[in-house]
């Protein structure tokens, strides 16, 4: 049985159909054809090599001779090609959720369900942008607000924006493009990339892609193979990757129920009835069930003096979510936390990184004596964030930076490259709009002062809206897709 894939290459995964976490029907689909639309922007870029024995890679194939699977464009399909040849031009997106809202329509189901799913009920996930209309400014008046400059330095490293473009999996559900779209704005606006485990493209493609002197941070899932993160890890530092952050909130994977109820095949009912192979991999619930087998569970506290002694990278803990941990990071000495819940994709009802960024700056100071910021041991928060409005709040109670994920995968899913140079744009335009009416000239003066953030901890539920007000209220519109 062979398969063909990009590059025209062809391998023998016959012994291979038990294992594959997406099951055997779809390599069957494909055996001898050529299945790399299919197979390229759901399979890490190394799946083949770190899986498949050397004796099973067969050799090469020129494409052009491999039977291609005919795919039927469905009706449904075709309504949703009209849909993005009618987006409404980038002129016209005003901010980050227009960009999500066309996303919502131009994106093919599987990648919307994948990107925009969350845990649970989702509560968590609305939570993280919600948190921030708690927070309410306190602006200082009569500055000279002529010049404002919202650069900074992240980990050392200079930043145009106090925001990094935060990892995030699985581009090429989104975009052929996948992760370059954001290499590329980054290199264009001065701003630091994160680069995911489970990127589309490959590691090195993305570090190649950079421009010269380009930051580029790692994120890690650790393996239950240590080897093969140390492989991963060394070769990343020996590349120019200037930190690693290690994530910490997935020892096992949220249920994302929208992208649960994407099956990646249509499967063989012996197969999701428990007849065959149910106790080895779960293949039936959508791309991220099927790809993270490898992640290990047993990643431990113990585990950090080994980072230690395998990398000079700076090291960070992603998915920090209570001042105690934060504090344990410090004292080993780690270069700094990231006060998230993974973009509400993890533990339902965990606390947005906003909330949590204040009990750990207040903890911090009490028993170690540290400000924020903090050159030496670093607070980043990321989850909800949509406007430099946000970020700025953040900035304001202590933290380096701001983590942006689903907003920059919603530009480019919908526009490519000129979607996140515009998303990034839009950033800088409100960040200097947002400084001078705060009357902050340099980030330095974006201070714990200026926001109230007293409601910030409180979690009431909501009172039953105002309907007859509320009815009154004109709402603003989203950019809209031009009319058929
Ligand atoms: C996520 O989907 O939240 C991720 O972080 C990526 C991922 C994808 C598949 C398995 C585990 C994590």
């Keep these: 049985m062979s398969l063909t894939r990009p590059s025209g290459k062809v391998y023998d995964v016959t012994d291979f159909l038990d294992d594959h976490p ?38 090469s194939v020129d494409p052009e001779t491999v039977q291609k699977v005919k795919i039927e464009v469905t009706d449904a399909e075709k309504e949703r090609l009209e849909r993005v040849a009618n987006r409404p031009p980038l002129s016209e997106v005003l901010n980050l959720h227009d960009f999500e809202a066309i996303a919502r329509v131009v994106m093919p189901e599987k990648a ?17 942008h919600a948190a921030y209309h708690r927070i309410w400014w306190r602006p200082r008046i009569l500055r000279d607000v002529t010049h404002v400059d919202w650069s900074t330095k992240i980990l050392g490293h200079p930043s145009k924006l106090p925001l990094y473009i935060t990892a995030t999996a699985l581009g090429k559900l989104g975009h052929p493009d996948g992760e370059l779209n954001l290499t590329r704005a980054a290199a264009k606006h001065g701003v630091i990339q994160m680069i995911p485990t489970l990127s589309s493209c490959s590691f090195d493609e993305l570090v190649d892609a950079a421009e010269p002197g380009q930051v580029q941070f790692l994120q890690l899932y650790v393996n239950k193979d240590r080897e093969i993160s140390k492989k991963f890890v060394q070769h990343a530092e020996k590349r120019g990757i200037k930190a690693l952050f290690i ?69 960070i803990l992603k998915g920090v979510q209570c001042w105690e941990d934060a504090l344990q990071a410090y004292d080993l000495g780690l270069a700094g936390v990231v006060l998230s819940n993974h973009g509400g994709r993890q533990l339902d009802f965990s606390r947005s990184g906003i909330e949590i960024l204040v009990e750990v700056t207040r903890e911090l100071k009490a028993r ?38 689903r907003p920059f995968l919603y530009a480019f899913s919908s526009y490519g490259f000129e979607g996140v140079d515009h998303a990034l744009q839009i950033l800088h335009d409100e960040f200097e709009m947002n400084m001078r009416l705060l009357g902050a000239r340099t980030l330095e003066e974006v201070k714990p002062e200026m926001v109230d953030a007293s409601s910030l901890q409180s979690h009431i539920v909501a009172v039953p809206g105002d309907r007859l007000y509320d009815s009154n209220y004109e709402s603003m519109q989203h950019a809209r897709l031009r009319e058929v």
Aim: glycine fraction near 8%; proline fraction near 7%.
């Design 247 to 315: 994530t910490v909130d997935a020892p096992q994977l949220g249920r994302r129920e929208k992208d649960m109820r994407q099956k990646f095949e249509a499967e063989d009912p012996a197969e999701v009835t428990g007849n065959k192979q149910q106790d080895k991999v779960d293949r039936s619930q959508g791309a991220a069930r099927a790809i993270s087998s490898f992640i290990d569970p047993g990643l431990d506290w113990k585990d950090i003096p080994w980072f230690q002694s395998i990398t000079k990278m700076p090291l």
């Design 112 to 128: 919307w369900a994948y990107y925009s799913s969350a845990a649970d009920d989702e509560i968590t996930n609305r939570e993280n």
């Design 22 to 59: 997406g099951g055997s029907k779809i390599i069957l689909k494909y055996a001898g054809k050529d299945a790399t639309a299919e197979y390229e922007p759901i399979h890490p870029p190394d799946a083949i090599k770190t899986h498949l024995p050397p004796e099973k890679h067969l050799g």
């Design 368 to 405: 170690r004596g540290l400000t924020f910021p903090n050159e030496k041991f670093q607070l980043f928060v990321d989850g909800g964030v949509r406007r430099a409005n946000d970020v700025l709040k953040a900035v304001a109670l202590g933290a380096t930076a701001v983590g942006v994920g």
